[in-house]
């Protein structure tokens, strides 16, 4: 399958811990996508990386979240200390730019605080 | 980004074709629609996108207003696998996507 994938697709931790997501996107795609989906909302938009550079971030996006993507590849998403009003399902998407803007999405990682 | 409003909810017969209407009164001239599925415990899905002009795929019809301010999504042939929450997105070309809470779709037998 060569989709978006994403690891772990479930992570159930304490609040306080650090959590730390991964997203391989479609291996040609040189733009990758973070969102956050709480029950019953749609996706919302955390940050987007072309290639390894950051171009945008959520003013959603506390100095907790973090994300990298440093050969321009695959991603990560760290939340520090978490709380529990992070708990959602973490989305990442990639697409091609240049074309037009069709997003491929992974499965989500859901995130539980306890 | 435009802001989209869409019905919270729409049923429709197996078989039957189903409309999803979208408001988008405010989109300026650059902006393309999309729409976007997301089946239960599933990521969204692209289907369809447009920008003046009707356009088809293999899954669905979108119909844009001469004036752009709305448009209707049309699955043709709706099936119990099209049961789903359907977003109306008003964006760029490019860049990041601005969800709303979309329609849930329920398709009956």
């Known amino acids: 399958d060569t989709g978006v994938s994403q690891d772990p697709r479930h992570k159930i931790t304490k609040r306080g811990q650090n959590v730390t997501f991964r997203c391989d996107p479609i291996?040609?795609?040189?733009?990758l996508y973070w969102y956050r989906q709480t029950l019953g909302q749609g996706p919302e938009f955390l940050t987007y990386f072309q290639n390894e550079a950051q171009l945008e971030k959520s003013r959603l996006l506390s100095d907790r979240f973090s994300a990298e993507r440093p050969k321009g590849s695959f991603s990560t998403l760290e939340i520090q200390r978490t709380e529990q009003g992070d708990s959602a399902m973490y989305l990442c998407a990639s697409s091609l730019f240049g074309a037009f803007n069709e997003q491929f999405f992974g499965p989500g990682t859901r995130l539980t605080v306890l | 980004d435009a802001k989209t409003t869409q019905p919270t909810s729409m049923d429709c017969a197996e078989g039957r074709a189903a409309n999803l209407p979208c408001n988008h009164s405010?989109?300026?001239?650059?902006?393309?629609v999309y729409w976007y599925r997301q089946i239960h415990s599933q990521g969204p899905q692209y289907i369809i996108h447009g920008l003046k002009n009707n356009e088809t795929n293999e899954m669905a019809s979108l119909i844009i207003t001469e004036d752009r301010k709305s448009s209707t999504l049309i699955l043709p042939h709706a099936t119990l696998r099209d049961t789903a929450v359907y977003y109306c997105?008003?964006?760029?070309?490019?860049?990041?996507?601005?969800f709303g809470q979309g329609t849930t779709l329920q398709v009956k037998p």
């Open positions: 997105i008003v964006g760029s070309n490019t860049g990041k996507l601005i």
């Open positions: 291996s040609e795609h040189n733009r």
């Open positions: 405010t989109i300026s001239g650059n902006e393309y």
